[in-house]
């Protein structure tokens, strides 16, 4: 959605307030970043091209990281930001951090920033906080949601282009929302079993010698609008899957394509 470095930061960033203690997917979880190997551990889970240096990792960085998490989840829990309280959480990391221009494995410019040391705390720092400030400044703080699940406590970084995603991964947060919402509609129908027209179909007409009217049957066009204009959560949940499906998959291509451009310029 951004660029790159900052696309996989804020990933990194979301999976770091995930490691608190909470509920995921309705299942509860301990505190995932309480000792030094587990906080190697989080720092190998990240791509290679983030450079947090796991080297230097030990009890003191274990606590200032520990810190950063929180303040990071404060920020993340105020999203969409509205207020200056989150943004001066934010001004506090952001504190000693500098920008400089490098450039990016392709040759393109990109701004880096500059950590107050070369401390893994401070360098986490200056890659999260440089990260969410690009959200701030563009207005795109409510990508930073938390897990619409149903007793679920996950963080979710939104870099989908239409904004679709509301479920996180450790779970089946998505499925049990979609059968939540089917028994609330099967349950509805239990308690009121005669037949509803739709939007499309509520004008009641009379054929030629009929002695009762019928509803008239949405046409083609009509049934396409509703799939475009869905009511149910299902079915809304449903469309975005599909939108999300479809522009992560326009993206796969067009990186083949400059592949495939750059191959036969060589």
Same mark, same amino acid.
């Given at each position: 959605m =951004?660029?790159?470095d @900052?696309?996989? @930061?804020?990933?990194?960033?979301?999976?770091?307030v995930?490691?608190?203690a909470? &509920?995921?997917?309705? !299942?509860p *979880?301990?505190?995932?970043l309480?000792?030094?190997?587990? &906080?190697?551990?989080?720092?190998?889970?990240?791509?290679?091209?983030?450079?947090?240096? %796991?080297?230097n990792a030990?009890r003191?960085? &274990?606590?200032?990281?520990r810190?950063? #998490?929180?303040?990071?989840?404060?920020?993340?829990?105020?999203?969409?930001?509205?207020?200056e %309280?989150?943004?001066?959480?934010?001004?506090?990391l952001?504190?000693?951090?500098?920008l400089?221009? *490098?450039?990016?494995s392709d040759?393109?410019?990109?701004?880096e920033?500059?950590?107050a040391?070369?401390?893994? %705390?401070?360098?986490?720092t200056?890659?999260?906080?440089t990260?969410i400030?690009h959200?701030?400044?563009?207005?795109?703080t409510?990508?930073?949601?938390?897990?619409r699940g149903?007793?679920?406590?996950?963080?979710?970084i939104?870099?989908?282009?239409? #904004?679709?995603?509301? =479920?996180?991964? =450790?779970?089946?947060?998505?499925?049990?929302?979609?059968?939540?919402a089917?028994?609330?509609?099967?349950?509805a129908?239990?308690?009121?079993?005669?037949?509803?027209? !739709?939007?499309?179909?509520?004008t009641?007409?009379?054929?030629?010698g009929?002695?009762?009217?019928r509803?008239?049957?949405?046409? %083609?066009?009509?049934?396409?609008?509703q799939?475009?204009e869905?009511?149910?959560?299902?079915?809304?949940?449903?469309?975005?899957?599909?939108?999300?499906? #479809?522009?992560?998959?326009?993206?796969?291509? *067009?990186?083949?394509?400059?592949?495939?451009?750059? *191959?036969?310029?060589?």
């Open positions: =951004f660029d790159v @900052t696309d996989r @930061t804020l990933v990194a960033a979301a999976d770091l995930n490691t608190a909470g &509920l995921r997917s309705a !299942t *979880g301990p505190d995932q309480a000792t030094v190997a587990q &906080l190697k551990k989080y720092l190998n889970q990240r791509d290679g091209d983030i450079r947090w240096p %796991a080297s030990d003191t960085q &274990l606590s200032r990281v810190d950063l #998490r929180d303040k990071v989840h404060e920020i993340w829990a105020a999203a969409p930001i509205e207020t %309280a989150p943004v001066q959480v934010l001004n506090q952001l504190s000693g951090v500098g400089r221009i *490098g450039r990016t040759g393109q410019h990109r701004a920033p500059v950590p040391s070369a401390e893994l %705390a401070d360098v986490m200056a890659s999260i906080a990260s400030q959200l701030v400044v563009r207005e795109e409510a990508r930073m949601r938390t897990c149903e007793s679920c406590e996950a963080v979710i939104d870099l989908t282009r239409n #904004r679709s995603r509301l =479920f996180c991964d =450790f779970g089946n947060c998505a499925n049990r929302a979609h059968v939540r089917y028994r609330a509609r099967q349950a129908h239990r308690k009121d079993p005669s037949p509803r027209p !739709t939007p499309a179909a509520q009641p007409v009379e054929t030629e009929a002695a009762s009217a509803l008239v049957k949405p046409s %083609a066009a009509e049934k396409a609008a799939i475009q869905p009511t149910s959560q299902s079915a809304t949940a449903a469309k975005e899957f599909r939108e999300r499906m #479809r522009d992560e998959l326009m993206e796969k291509r *067009g990186k083949k394509s400059k592949k495939s451009k750059k *191959g036969k310029k060589k």
